[in-house]
């Protein structure tokens, strides 16, 4: 069986994934709409608060923003 990475390494490897592996391209980031933005890093931010929202709930506040 494969190993299973932690929540925010998975989210790290996400975010590595999307910037074609460059730590640079993560710090410079520019789709701060991700819901993933704040957990780039692999860390929790101080003070961070969290909301449950449903896939679908996600796509229609992303795309009513574009």
Same mark, same amino acid.
């Given at each position: 069986?494969?190993?299973?990475?932690?929540?925010?390494?998975?989210?790290?490897? !996400?975010?590595?994934?999307?910037?074609?592996?460059?730590? #640079? +391209?993560? &710090?410079?980031?520019?789709?701060?709409?991700?819901?993933?933005?704040?957990?780039?890093?692999?860390?929790?931010? !101080?003070?961070?608060?969290?909301?449950?929202?449903?896939? #679908? +709930?996600? &796509?229609?506040?992303?795309?009513?923003?574009?």
């Amino acid at each position: 069986m494969g190993k299973v990475a932690r929540p925010l390494k998975a989210i790290r490897l !996400k975010c590595f994934d999307c910037s074609c592996w460059s730590s #640079k +391209e993560i &710090e410079l980031c520019a789709h701060t709409k991700c819901i993933l933005y704040p957990l780039r890093f692999g860390k929790k931010p !101080k003070g961070a608060t969290y909301t449950t929202v449903t896939v #679908k +709930e996600y &796509e229609q506040s992303i795309n009513s923003e574009a």
